[in-house]
């Protein structure tokens, strides 16, 4: 008896991709960078109202946090055949999104920037009152 179960977390690298078959089911698919680096994504598929759920509330940049099983797969073509791995997502939460996150980094950062620019100009402006000497030598 084997165990499949995969745990992720990461961010949703491109737009997902939702297909309706035939048959009546929705698949949604994405790729998911666990780490920093967009060059190795895991390829995540849902199924069925999953699917529905996820083409709702999923948007690039998000970061996400999924569970599901490996699966792989062999497309034979005339010239080809392609090997590949997939994770057939079980569920999955919305952590946070990425642009948010950096929005509010950035709404942070000025937020510090007027502050310090705020007490530099107030410091300056000690020093520059107590540097006045008023020589009131002037002939009119």
Request: hydrophobic residues 40%; glycine residues 4%.
């Amino acid at each position: 008896m084997g165990f499949n179960k995969v745990i992720l977390t990461g961010n949703i690298v491109n737009v997902p991709r939702t297909y309706y078959p035939k048959r009546g089911n929705c698949i949604l698919r994405l790729k998911l960078a666990a780490d920093d680096s967009t060059k190795e994504c895991h390829q995540l598929v849902f199924f069925n109202e999953l699917a529905e759920r996820a083409e709702e509330q999923l948007r690039q940049g998000m970061l996400l946090f999924i569970e599901g099983s490996l699966h792989y797969y062999k497309h034979e073509f005339p010239e080809d055949v392609i090997y590949g791995a997939e994770i057939h997502v079980s569920a999955f939460e919305v952590i946070g999104n990425a642009k948010e996150r950096v929005k509010d980094e950035v709404i942070e950062t000025t937020k510090q920037f007027i502050v310090d620019i705020n007490e530099l100009l107030k410091e300056d402006s000690k020093e520059s009152t107590n540097a006045i000497v008023v020589d009131d030598d002037l002939p009119f």
